[in-house]
C-alpha cells in the first residue's frame, strides 16, 4: 500500500482546523453551562447569608429559605433582628470575602468566611466553622474588629489572628475595618431605623 504524504501546508491547515473546531466546542460548552454555574454561584451566596443566622440551606431549598428570612438593600441585607454586613478584601493568594450578621446592638451573631487561593492550614482555615465562631459575641458598636496575635478574649474587639497566615488575617482585619465604615453610614439610615423599629414591635407583640 502507497504510503500518502503530505504537505506542510496541509498538515498547518488541517491542524488549524482541528484547533477552531475545539474552541468553538469549548466555546459551545462555557455558554451553555453559563447559566446554570450563574445559578449555583447565587445559591452558593444565599447559603453564605442565611447561614450566618444560623439558617444552613442547601442548594435545593436556599431560594425559598433565602426569601423568608432575607431582604436586601442598598448592597447590604437585613434579617428580623439585625443587620448583614457582605466583606469582600485580598488575603494572600487572592481575593476573599464573607458576611458579618449582627444584631441591632451591633453585636456578632453569626460570621462566615471564604477565599478563592490561601493556603490550605494556614490562610485558608477562615473558611472554616472553627474560625468564624471566634466572631460570635464581639462588637462593632464603637470600632471595627480585628485580628491580633494573642487576642484578649474578653476583648470585644479582638479576635485571634490566624497562626501562620498573617497576610490573610491583615486582610480580614482590613475587610471589617471597610465594614465598620459602612456600618457607620447604615446606622444612621431611615432603613436601619425601620429594621430596629419593626424588630422591637415583633418583639413587644409576642410579648403581649
Not at 447559603?47 to 423568608?68: P, S, V, W
Not at 446592638?105 to 471564604?114: E, L
Request: neutral net charge.
Amino acid at each position: 500500500m502507497a504510503k500518502k504524504n503530505f504537505s506542510n501546508t496541509y498538515i498547518f491547515i488541517y491542524s488549524a482546523v482541528l484547533v477552531v473546531v475545539a474552541a468553538l466546542i469549548l466555546t459551545v460548552v462555557s455558554v451553555s453551562l453559563k447559566p446554570l454555574q450563574e445559578k449555583n454561584q447565587r445559591a452558593e451566596t444565599k447559603q453564605m447569608i442565611l447561614k450566618t443566622i444560623g439558617i444552613e440551606a442547601t442548594r435545593d431549598n436556599a431560594d425559598q429559605l433565602y426569601a423568608q428570612h432575607i431582604t436586601e438593600a442598598d448592597g447590604h441585607y437585613t434579617f428580623d433582628g439585625g443587620i448583614i454586613l457582605p466583606l469582600k478584601g485580598t488575603g494572600l493568594w487572592g481575593p476573599i470575602w464573607g458576611y458579618l450578621a449582627l444584631d441591632h446592638t451591633g453585636t456578632v451573631v453569626g460570621a462566615v468566611f471564604d477565599h478563592k487561593g490561601e493556603t490550605p492550614g494556614l490562610g485558608g482555615e477562615i473558611a472554616t466553622d472553627k474560625f468564624a465562631s471566634r466572631f460570635i459575641g464581639k462588637k462593632m458598636d464603637t470600632q471595627a474588629i480585628h485580628l491580633k496575635k494573642n487576642a484578649d478574649r474578653g476583648n470585644p474587639y479582638e479576635v485571634d489572628a490566624i497562626s501562620g497566615g498573617t497576610m490573610t488575617s491583615n486582610g480580614v482585619t482590613a475587610m471589617l475595618a471597610k465594614a465598620y465604615e459602612d456600618y457607620c453610614k447604615l446606622s444612621s439610615s431611615p432603613i436601619m431605623h425601620r429594621t430596629t423599629s419593626d424588630t422591637s414591635n415583633t418583639r413587644e407583640e409576642a410579648t403581649e
